[in-house]
């Protein structure tokens, strides 16, 4: 899930399931009752964004980006299938697959995939596209047992919770041991940014979560942190993927 327009600059959006406590009907999100923007939680924010509402993802200091909900909700794009569809040749799992793209188009290509989000509407609209989805936050347990060998984390999603190092560290429990994870990652001179966000709707917004984003000059050490190595770097259309495998000696 991407939050800008410009595919040099977008970042991807997967929260874990709401544990935040919305502001009362009527509030901001900052408490402000003097305010005309109403409360709503993330995941519903999602749902509206993913159905096609205009969403903004705000940051901090009250800049805001616009989330290409219009273009995750089209077709794998030409640089989504040489970053992503390309690499993968066995089960993939799409770690915040949104409206599906991904998960869509390795399906299409014969393999098993299974598309993740916390998104009710996310997870319709993928299979609405014939491929499998649940609902469900990837660090709860994932339906059967089986070791991937593809993790994707597109979009911008390896800052999902704030903690790039422990969602890493719990991609290699489901990674296979020749496995790969895909990670998509922002541009040179970004480095590593923990922030609280929150989502925008119309007059509504979401409580503050935290997310964090991961620049292609920051992943192979954020990598090693999290028991991964990099195997390669790989540029299309401005956008950044790095793959990643398990470290060697791994049990």
Known sequence: MRFADSA???????????????PRSGTTATGNTTGTTTAITTVDALDLAFAGAPCEFVQADGTSRVMA?????????????????????????????????LTAAVTERGFYALGIDISTEAVRQTRARGAAAVR?????????AMAWQHVLLADGNIGLRGDPVHLLRR??????????VLVEVARPGVGTVHEQVRLRVGDQISPPFSW?????????????????????????????VATLRPT????
């Open 212 to 240: 964090a984003t991961v620049g292609v000059d920051s992943i192979e050490a954020v990598a090693a942190e999290g028991g991964l190595e990099l195997a390669g770097l790989h540029h299309d259309s401005g956008r950044h």
């Open 171 to 180: 991609v290699v429990e489901l990674l296979a041991a020749d496995g790969t």
């Open 8 to 22: 040099a600059e977008t970042l991807a959006l997967v929260p874990s399931p709401s544990r935040h406590r919305a």
């Open 69 to 101: 909900v219009h273009r995750w909700r089209g077709k794998a794009s030409p640089a989504d299938l040489n970053l992503f569809v390309d690499r993968c040749h066995g089960p993939t799992l799409d770690v915040g697959c949104g409206p599906g793209r």
């Open 248 to 251: 060697e000696g791994r049990p």
């Open 136 to 144: 469900q936050d990837v660090f709860a347990g994932l339906p059967g």
